[in-house]
């Protein structure tokens, strides 16, 4: 095994299956695959926070059907704007939030249209 470098240094107080899934992925040298997987078992509605100018948890990967919910928790806007188009938000306000129902499986990639550099993923399994 070589070295894995930490990333867990943000803190998430109000998701620890987040956690969790990161002590998986620590641990295991194919550890992002289950890490989604164990985010995808265990939630029905799929949640997404904008928090600090980043989409949490970056890829989520949901089953074709699930609806996700982006929500702001940040002082300024933040919008989520698909790259192929496939849905877009309005600006959020803080504490404002955004749902788009994931029908088909793919990988859509996002990013927040008033601060491009802001990117996200959602992984919808058939
Ligand atoms: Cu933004």
């Keep these: 095994m070589t070295s894995l470098s930490h990333h867990n240094s943000r803190p ?4 620890c299956r987040l956690a969790i899934a990161l002590a998986v992925a620590t641990g295991l040298g194919t550890g ?5 997987q164990v985010l995808a078992a265990t939630e029905a509605p799929a949640a997404i926070t904008i928090d600090n100018f980043t989409f949490g ?15 702001n928790h940040d002082d300024i806007p933040h919008s989520v704007v698909a ?16 749902s788009f ?12 249209g008033l601060h491009p550099h802001m990117t ?4 919808v399994t058939p």
């Design 12 to 15: 998430s107080n109000r998701n």
């Design 32 to 36: 992002i695959l289950t890490a989604r």
């Design 57 to 71: 948890p970056a890829n989520l990967t949901v089953p074709a059907g699930t609806t996700v919910t982006w929500t």
């Design 83 to 98: 790259t192929d188009k496939a849905f877009r938000s309005a600006a959020l306000d803080t504490n404002h939030s955004y």
């Design 101 to 112: 129902t994931f029908k088909t499986a793919g990988t859509f990639a996002y990013f927040c």
């Design 120 to 123: 996200g993923k959602v992984i």
